[in-house]
């Protein structure tokens, strides 16, 4: 079966810090990955998706970047943090994009808050 | 564009008490539907999904049916628990592909005993 982990769980950060979370996916093989932020109250904002390694897809124009180095690896990073990247870092996967329609599997989720 | 919209929360009700959540949708094309359930502290889960019209998803005594003439895909439980406290989500699958999914803004349920 397949699982999807995120880390680290919760961090807290000073403003002008740099950033890196991680996710991986484990029992599958070519997944579609997303990036999404949920701020405090909110909705899900997609932030970056990735159709393969080193293809990154970026949603909206923010400080933050992301990388994927390995087929079920993503990687989401700052160089210096704002005090409005705080939020709830959700990662997920789908299936191939030739299956269309398929539904994304998250995984626990990364706390970030910058003080 | 696409996009969702859902019923403002929070949404509160005693345990036993019928549910719906209401959801409408702006979509080109005929997309899929979803329903993703977040409890606290905790990433998404897939409730249930709907991939034509007049599909019914169903999960955990959960259900909603896609309604392609009233754009609608409202979330409906007869009897909620305790254990339903949650965020709850309605999702449709963006046309442009990638399986890329646009989010209503959630509805917050809370049951009490």
């Known amino acids: 079966s397949q699982t999807i982990h995120q880390w680290p769980a919760t961090l807290v950060q000073p403003v002008g810090s740099p950033l890196s979370l991680e996710c991986t996916v484990e029992g599958t093989s070519n997944p579609n990955l997303y990036w999404y932020r949920q701020a405090a109250g909110r909705g899900l904002q997609l932030l970056f998706y990735?159709?393969?390694?080193?293809?990154i897809s970026s949603e909206v124009p923010q400080n933050l970047s992301a990388s994927r180095p390995q087929d079920r690896q993503f990687i989401l990073s700052s160089k210096k943090l704002l005090l409005s990247d705080s939020g709830f870092y959700l990662c997920?996967?789908?299936?191939?994009?030739?299956?269309?329609?398929?539904?994304?599997?998250f995984g626990p989720g990364t706390r970030l808050t910058v003080l | 564009g696409n996009s969702v919209t859902q019923m403002e929360g929070p949404v509160t009700l005693s345990e036993e008490a019928f549910l719906t959540i209401n959801c409408t949708y702006t979509?080109?094309?005929?997309?899929?539907l979803f329903w993703y359930v977040q409890y606290p502290g905790e990433g998404l889960q897939l409730l249930l999904k709907a991939t034509k019209a007049d599909d019914k998803g169903s999960n955990k005594g959960f259900e909603a049916t896609y309604r392609k003439e009233t754009t609608s895909f409202h979330l409906e439980k007869g009897s909620v628990q305790v254990s339903d406290s949650a965020v709850y989500f309605c999702a449709l699958s963006d046309p442009g592909g990638y399986n890329k999914l646009i989010f209503g803004a959630g509805t917050r349920l809370a049951v009490h005993p």
């Open positions: 997920a996967w789908s299936k191939l994009a030739g299956i269309k329609n398929n539904e994304q599997f």
């Open positions: 990735s159709v393969g390694i080193g293809q």
């Open positions: 979509a080109t094309g005929y997309p899929s």
